[in-house]
């Protein structure tokens, strides 16, 4: 038998310098005729890798690949039981070998023959008699690649269980479905809450909380920056925040408190936009202490324009002294609340959303306009006072009401 | 003119194929026919975006205003063959991973041998088959989009975890704070702070009570990476807003014990020490739940003596309880603590466990310095193998 191998006037330079760590992966040689297995797995351990498995045939090769995934097949075509391209559509077709490099090496030359290897998935072809050069070369380019890919694909495997846990984290940081609807019931107040990255880590928080039977706390918590610090950060306040919220405790007196708070944290850096607030629905009023582009916005059942509020000139976390006053807002029957940020574009889109639009259909306008303009970029908390709703007719509501 | 297929559509999703089409291809061949010939089965294949030289030195010129994804490279040309433009591409990390696809109608096993060695990464032959070039190119371009996907994610992942590491870092206590420290008080400190991951949620700090005692705690908080981090961000906010005029480390840890059940999802916990060094007494005071076991020694002792740190770990159940205790701690004596990392490391048939981390350290007690006590236990825990959670490690010597 004539070796199918031809010396290469190259041999010396090749497979000495093997730039990715590629000497250990584990390669399989698929080939039927011993003497050419034996001379692959010659011209292969003689160019530094250590891990050479063989196979015998196609189903040989399947039940090597069953018992480990190499890191790169070299496939013959003409073999008995399974054929190399029976192999190739066998590997393709499971997902954890689909992107396996497979180099086809053949002594079948016709351009069918090669279209019909790359058509069933075949990474890479080689023509015998091999040449000893080329198929190093051919080798180490799919495995540096493969190694490559691997090594990247791991960490965003890491990273994204980890930001995984974070996430549920994070998210059990949010009120839940149950408490809301129990605010709903017990205080008349229907929450939304509206932000498409829901599942994302970032510097956005919220949190109510019933103080007694006719009041509830709310906030908002809004740290631009990159996602993971800005979460880290957002950790802390709203760590602190559930540490002020008392029923005794006046939102302006709150932030207040929070901002010295947060100044003698050493790791905050961004600046924060807060939000704090009481809504009393029995009285009508929302008392709330601001910092940043955060104005809440309250529009009325019976007014076509949003009112919006106040905000402090001082930014959060800067200066350990600053005082936070309170500022109100009356809020009605029927009336929606909007805390969210930044406040200032809200306005003119919010005004032509409820325009015409009138009694329970407004809430669900102002909601909508919020999902379609504001989702991704920033996170509105929408409070809607849940006594209209009983109500049949708007206009006689708001007048009894607003009397 | 051979006919020109449509593109087969190897494995890979649809996400890989519009990836593909927008691809920039330059195509380097002296013979216009064949550029010709080459760009037409190329067009026929969706793809758009090209850049044409006819020889070696034009290539090379256009390569930085064109920026390719691939490159088909002619052998035999005028004014720098093929082989050259390769060796040339390979030598600049700009193009080191280019992928370069040689067409040529050289066929010779040492032509193809040379064109490997000089940095090609494929070879076709003239006559070129179209589909086979195009199976090719295909793959060449799935892998050069998935790696640059890959990337980004990498870089940006890790410049965003780089930000929050140095964060996590400025929690604890800085270098000159240990200074000064060491100055008012005489008590130096040395540190080890080491997450598995990028973040961790092991945490340590050092704090003044009201009567000047220095308290020292550290925090293990279960789990590890960005999850565990963003535990140890919020126990951070409650600790510095916490009084601590008077500090009594067992009625301490009870508080933190339940503001941490409040926090802590269903399943987490952190394990904790607080102590504070009373220089009156020459003794650690201090309160433990479910850390490890703190170690002491005076000057002179050939084996740290190993206190009881047996305790609930925090954050489970909110009316537990914690013991007040005491080591001595005579002036030049010296305090370790360390998380749980540093006791179980493989040894031959179990972990390290505490008796065996006395003894290492044992091996270094007649280091003078404490700082360099703790790199020289560290180094000889780290030949024990690698940390399968995050590891901080605080050493405290009173020099006075």
Redesign the interface.
């Known amino acids: 038998m004539i070796p199918n191998i031809?010396p290469?006037?190259?041999r010396a330079?090749?497979g000495a310098d093997l730039r990715l760590p590629i000497h250990d992966c584990d390669i399989l040689v698929v080939e039927d005729v011993p003497w050419n297995r034996h001379l692959i797995g010659t011209i292969l351990t003689g160019a530094g890798f250590t891990r050479v498995r063989y196979a015998n045939d196609g189903q040989d090769a399947l039940d090597a690949v069953a018992v480990a995934i190499p890191d790169l097949v070299v496939l013959d075509i003409m073999m008995p039981r399974m054929d190399g391209f029976e192999v190739c559509r066998h590997l393709?077709a499971a997902p954890e070998t689909?992107?396996l490099p497979i180099l086809i090496q053949t002594a079948l030359t016709s351009?069918d023959d090669?279209?019909q290897a790359?058509?069933v998935?075949s990474?890479?072809?080689v023509v015998k008699p091999l040449?000893q050069?080329?198929l190093i070369?051919?080798v180490r380019?799919h495995l540096e690649?493969h190694v490559?890919?691997r090594d990247?694909?791991l960490?965003?495997a890491?990273?994204e269980?980890?930001?995984e846990?974070?996430r549920?984290?994070?998210q059990?940081l949010l009120p839940g479905a149950d408490l809301i609807a129990g605010l709903q019931a017990s205080h008349g107040v229907v929450i939304r809450s509206q932000s498409r990255d829901r599942n994302e880590?970032g510097g956005r928080l919220w949190g109510v909380k019933a103080q007694g039977p006719e009041r509830l706390s709310v906030y908002l918590l809004d740290i631009p920056g990159?996602?993971?610090?800005a979460?880290?950060?957002a950790?802390?306040?709203?760590?602190?925040i559930?540490?002020l919220l008392e029923p005794s405790r006046s939102p302006g007196s709150l932030l207040t408190e929070l901002n010295g708070?947060a100044c003698?944290?050493?790791?905050l850096?961004d600046i924060a936009f807060v939000a704090i607030g009481t809504i009393e629905p029995a009285n009508g009023r929302f008392t709330y202490a601001t910092a940043g582009d955060c104005r809440p916005i309250v529009i009325h059942a019976d007014h076509d324009i949003p009112v919006v509020g106040e905000t402090a000139n001082t930014p959060f976390g800067v200066v350990a002294t600053t005082q936070y006053e309170d500022h109100g807002l009356s809020f009605g029957p029927g009336a929606t609340l909007l805390l969210g940020t930044p406040s200032s574009e809200l306005t003119s889109l919010l005004t032509a959303a409820i325009a015409g639009v009138n009694g329970p259909a407004r809430a669900d306008a102002v909601a909508g306009v919020i999902a379609e303009t504001c989702g991704g970029k920033r996170s509105t908390i929408q409070f809607d006072r849940a006594d209209h709703r009983a109500g049949s007719d708007p206009t006689a509501d708001a007048r009894t009401n607003g009397a | 003119m051979p006919e020109v297929p449509e593109i087969v559509m190897l494995h890979g999703g649809s996400a890989k194929a519009a990836a593909a089409a927008d691809a920039r291809i330059m195509i380097v061949d002296d013979n216009r026919i064949n550029l010709h010939l080459l760009t037409a089965i190329l067009e026929r294949n969706g793809l758009s975006r090209f850049e044409f030289a006819q020889d070696g030195r034009e290539a090379l010129t256009k390569l930085a205003k064109f920026d390719p994804d691939l490159i088909l490279l002619d052998l035999m040309m005028p004014d720098l063959d093929g082989f050259e433009v390769c060796r040339r591409m390979r030598l600049d990390p700009r193009y080191a991973e280019l992928p370069i696809l040689v067409q040529s109608s050289l066929n010779r096993p040492e032509d193809r041998a040379r064109a490997f060695a000089a940095g090609a990464t494929d070879y076709v032959s003239k006559p070129i088959n179209a589909a086979e070039l195009m199976a090719r190119i295909r793959i060449h371009l799935q892998n050069r989009f998935l790696i640059r996907r890959l990337r980004d994610y990498r870089h940006h992942t890790e410049r965003e975890l780089a930000m929050a590491r140095q964060m996590q870092e400025q929690l604890m206590p800085q270098a000159a704070q240990l200074l000064s420290l060491e100055a008012d008080l005489g008590i130096r400190v040395g540190a080890q702070f080491a997450p598995t991951s990028e973040l961790g949620g092991d945490s340590w700090d050092l704090r003044r009570d009201g009567r000047g005692r220095l308290l020292v705690w550290l925090i293990d908080f279960s789990g590890h990476g960005v999850g565990a981090a963003l535990n140890v961000f919020r126990l951070h906010a409650i600790l510095k807003s916490i009084g601590l005029d008077d500090f009594d480390p067992a009625a301490f840890l009870e508080t933190i014990n339940r503001r941490l059940c409040t926090l802590l999802q269903t399943g987490q916990f952190a394990t904790m020490l607080a102590g504070v060094v009373d220089p009156e007494r020459d003794r650690f005071l201090y309160a433990s739940a479910g850390s490890t076991r703190p170690m002491v020694w005076a000057p002179g002792a050939t084996l740290p003596t190993l206190g009881d740190s047996r305790g609930l770990p925090a954050g489970i159940f909110s009316g537990a309880s914690y013991e007040n205790r005491s080591l001595p701690l005579p002036a030049g004596g010296s305090l370790f603590l360390y998380s749980d990392a540093a006791i179980e490391l493989p040894v031959d048939d179990g972990v390290l466990d505490d008796e065996g981390l006395a003894g290492l350290v044992g091996e270094c007690i007649d280091e003078p310095d404490c700082r360099t006590l703790l790199e020289r236990v560290l180094g000889k825990l780290a030949k024990l193998g690698s940390f399968e959670d995050d590891l901080t490690a605080v050493v405290l010597q009173r020099l006075r």
Not at chain 1, 264 to 267: N, P, S, V
């Open positions: 031809r290469s006037i190259q330079n090749i393709r689909a992107e351009t090669r279209n790359f058509q998935g990474t890479d072809l040449d050069a080329e070369a051919r380019i690649n490559l890919i990247l694909q960490f965003r890491r990273l269980g980890e930001l846990v974070a549920t984290i994070y059990d880590l990159r996602s993971i610090s979460a880290l950060n950790c802390q306040l709203h760590t602190l559930g540490d708070r003698r944290l050493e790791a850096g």
